[in-house]
C-alpha cells in the first residue's frame, strides 16, 4: 500500500473518533520536514464559541506556538503534515491507541493497541480537584507521570493519586509547625523524587512558603535524573544529593522525610531528623529485618510466641514492634507522634506512616518512657533497637 493510501487510513480514523466522541488526542513526532527546529505538534480539542476545534501545539525547540482550526482544516493539515514531515504519531482514543509510522525503509505501518488513556478515570482525575493538578507541570511530564497535554498516563493513576494523597496528609502535618522564613527539608531516600518535586511545588506555589529541599540518595543515576528535572521545572531551591543517610550532614533541618527508607536506614533518618531537633518527621518505615532477626535469635518465652513461631506472623509483628519503639523513642525525644495507614495495602504493602511532631510545650515522662522500652524489649527478647543504639539511650 503506498503511503498518502495508509495516511488516508489514519486521518480517516480521526475524523471517526471525532465524530463519534471518542477523540483523546493526538501527537505527531520524528520531524522530518522543512520547518526549522520543529520537535513535536501535539493536537487537543477544545471548544470556541460552542463549535469544536481542534488545538494545535507547535512545539520548537525553544518555544511552543499554539493555533486553533476547525475540524475539517485539522485533518487536512494533519494530513499534509504527515505526507511532508512528520513520521510517527499515535491516535489515542477512549477505545484504543492508534500509532502510524512511516519506517526509514519507506515501510508505512498502522498498529492499534489498548487504549492507554482512559477518559472516564480521567475524566474523574479532571473532575476531582487535586493539591498538585497535573496540567503544565513539566516535572510530571518529566516523571512520566502525565504527557505533555497534562493526561495522566493509565499506567500513572496510582502513583498521581499517592503523591496527592501524601501532600494532602502533608499539608496538615505542616498547619502544626512554624513556616516563617526558609522551611529546610530534607527528604531522605529520595529515590525518583516523586514525592518530593510534588512537596516543594505544593510549599512554594500553592502555600506560597520558602521550601529549600534537598534529597538525599545513594544511586548516582537517580541524583542526576532528579536534579535535571528540577532545573527544567525551574525549582531553585530543590536539590538532590549523593551519598547516604547516615553520612548525610545537617545541623539545621525543619521537615525530616523519609518514604520507603529500607530497614534500618529510616532509623538513621530519624536520628538525623531528632540530632537536628527537626519540627516535623515524616517516616513510611520499609522492611523490619532488623527487629525480626533480633525476636528470631532470642526467640522469647511470652504470651504471643504462638504467632511468632509461623513466619508471616513474625514479620508483622517485627514491624509493630520496630515502629512501635521508634514512636516511644520519638516521644521520648519530645515529639508528639501519630501512627497511621498512609495508602490503603491494595496498593503497596508498605503503608504505615511514622510521625513526630516536636512538643514545645509539655515534657515527656522520660523515666516512664525509657522503662516501656526496655519492657518492650526484654518481653519480644530484642537486645537494642538500632534507633535507641544511636541515641545511646
Ligand atoms: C523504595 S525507594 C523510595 C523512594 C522515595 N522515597 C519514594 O517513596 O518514592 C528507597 C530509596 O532510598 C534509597 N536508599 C536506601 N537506603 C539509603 C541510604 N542508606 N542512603 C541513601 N539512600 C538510600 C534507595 O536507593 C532508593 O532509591
Redesign the pocket.
Known amino acids: 500500500m503506498i503511503i498518502s493510501e495508509k495516511i488516508k487510513e489514519f486521518t480517516t480514523a480521526i475524523s471517526q473518533t471525532i465524530t463519534n466522541q471518542t477523540f483523546i488526542s493526538l501527537s505527531l513526532g520524528n520531524y522530518k520536514g522543512s520547518e526549522e527546529n520543529l520537535k513535536n505538534l501535539y493536537v487537543k480539542r477544545i471548544l470556541i464559541k460552542k463549535e469544536e476545534k481542534l488545538s494545535f501545539t507547535y512545539r520548537y525547540k525553544t518555544r511552543d506556538i499554539v493555533k486553533n482550526f476547525s475540524i475539517a482544516e485539522a485533518v487536512n493539515m494533519i494530513e499534509k503534515f504527515l505526507l511532508e514531515g512528520f513520521k510517527v504519531s499515535t491516535l489515542f482514543s477512549t477505545e484504543s491507541d492508534l500509532q502510524f509510522e512511516i519506517l526509514n525503509t519507506g515501510k508505512v505501518t498502522l498498529k492499534k493497541k489498548p487504549s492507554s488513556k482512559s477518559t472516564a478515570s480521567l475524566d474523574h482525575d479532571k473532575n476531582k480537584k487535586r493539591l498538585i493538578p497535573a496540567q503544565n507541570k513539566s516535572y510530571l511530564t518529566d516523571l512520566k507521570i502525565t504527557d505533555q497535554e497534562g493526561n495522566v498516563f493509565k499506567n500513572a493513576q496510582d502513583k498521581y493519586k499517592q503523591i496527592n494523597h501524601y501532600v494532602e496528609i502533608l499539608s496538615s502535618l505542616i498547619k502544626e509547625i512554624p513556616t516563617e522564613g526558609t522551611i529546610k527539608v530534607v527528604?531522605?531516600?529520595?529515590?525518583?523524587g516523586?514525592?518530593t518535586f510534588a512537596l516543594y511545588d505544593y510549599l512554594q506555589n500553592v502555600l506560597n512558603l520558602q521550601p529549600e529541599i534537598t534529597g538525599?540518595?545513594?544511586?548516582a543515576d537517580?541524583v542526576a535524573l532528579c536534579n535535571n528535572i528540577a532545573e527544567n521545572a525551574a525549582f531553585k531551591s530543590l536539590n538532590f544529593v549523593e551519598?547516604?543517610?547516615?553520612n548525610y550532614e545537617n545541623k539545621e533541618i525543619d521537615i525530616l522525610i523519609a518514604?520507603?527508607?529500607?530497614d534500618t536506614?529510616t532509623d538513621?533518618a530519624i536520628f538525623k531528623g531528632i540530632k537536628a531537633e527537626a519540627e516535623l518527621i515524616v517516616v513510611a518505615p520499609?522492611c523490619h529485618k532488623q527487629i525480626r532477626r533480633e525476636i528470631e535469635k532470642h526467640k522469647a518465652t511470652n504470651d504471643v510466641d504462638f504467632l511468632t513461631k509461623y513466619g508471616i506472623f513474625l514479620e508483622r509483628q517485627a514491624e509493630m514492634v520496630t515502629d512501635g519503639i521508634r514512636a516511644m523513642i520519638l516521644e521520648y525525644c519530645g515529639y508528639k507522634t501519630k501512627v497511621f495507614e498512609f495508602i490503603s495495602d491494595a496498593h503497596t504493602p508498605k503503608n504505615v506512616m511514622i510521625v513526630g511532631i516536636k512538643n514545645h510545650k509539655s515534657n515527656p515522662d522520660k523515666t516512664q518512657l525509657l522503662k516501656k522500652i526496655k519492657d518492650a524489649k526484654s518481653y519480644f527478647g530484642i537486645e537494642y533497637h538500632h534507633l535507641e543504639r544511636m541515641l545511646g539511650i
Open positions: 527528604d531522605m531516600g529520595s529515590g525518583k516523586y514525592l538525599v540518595e545513594f544511586r537517580m551519598g547516604t543517610i547516615e518514604l520507603h527508607a529500607c536506614a538513621d520499609c
